[in-house]
């Protein structure tokens, strides 16, 4: 497919456990992002990767939360040690790169996750 | 802190009438706006976009207006289709800020009855 996949679509973990998510962006899209939308909430920035830059992680809520990008293309989202207020859908988006116009995020469908 | 603002968390319109979403903001440096429509259970789909270069953008039935001064932008859909019903979210970035990220309203909920 040519759009931002996401997986898995939904993850039911228990308090304290490791989740990690995965997001496949775009080919050809240098820039990816990261971002979760609780209830009710609007869209929440998380972290975002442009090229070989080092990310921009100033959106993470805490030390539990990292995310890699490898060959600049995939990239993994892992929450450690999992509270219930992480529970949200978490959204990934690419662009073809971080100025202006071209900075059209597109998403993927998103990951459901549930922290019992 | 909000940065980007929709006060409007829902709107009702009739079918073949005009459809305005209203955001505000507040930082100066804002200078790339979105859109996005927003189905459940799917991620946001791109809808239009407009530089602060300019005042309006068209692309079909939908047109984003930005008013600079008053830190306000909108969306306008006419004619309204029951298919427009989602929720939509306002977003808005800064070129010159190095990250890029965008910042999201909390979306309003359209809902166009047939």
């Known amino acids: 497919g040519a759009g931002v996949s996401q997986s898995p679509s939904n993850k039911v973990t228990e308090k304290g456990k490791d989740v990690e998510l995965r997001c496949d962006p775009i080919?050809?899209?240098?820039?990816l992002y990261w971002y979760r939308q609780s209830l009710g909430q609007g869209l929440e920035f998380l972290i975002y990767?442009?090229?070989?830059?080092?990310?921009?992680k100033s959106g993470l809520p805490s030390d539990r939360f990292s995310a890699e990008r490898t060959g600049g293309s995939v990239s993994t989202l892992t929450i450690q040690r999992t509270q219930q207020e992480d529970s949200a859908v978490y959204l990934c988006a690419s662009s073809l790169a971080a100025s202006g116009s071209l900075n059209t995020q597109y998403f993927g469908p998103g990951t459901r996750l549930t922290v019992l | 802190d909000q940065q980007v603002k929709q006060n409007s968390p829902s709107l009702s319109v009739q079918e073949g009438r005009i459809s305005i979403l209203n955001c505000d903001y507040t930082n100066s440096m804002f200078d790339y706006f979105l859109w996005y429509k927003k189905y459940p259970a799917e991620g946001p789909t791109f809808l239009i976009s407009i530089s602060s270069i300019k005042d309006k953008n068209e692309d079909g039935r939908f047109t984003v207006f930005l008013n600079k001064s008053a830190k306000h932008l909108s969306l306008h859909i006419v004619p309204s289709q029951p298919g427009d019903s989602a929720v939509y979210f306002c977003a808005a970035s800064e070129s010159l800020g190095g990250s890029e990220k965008l910042v999201f309203g909390k979306g309003t909920k359209l809902t166009v009855n047939p």
């Open positions: 080919s050809g899209h240098t820039a």
């Open positions: 990767f442009q090229g070989n830059s080092a990310p921009d």
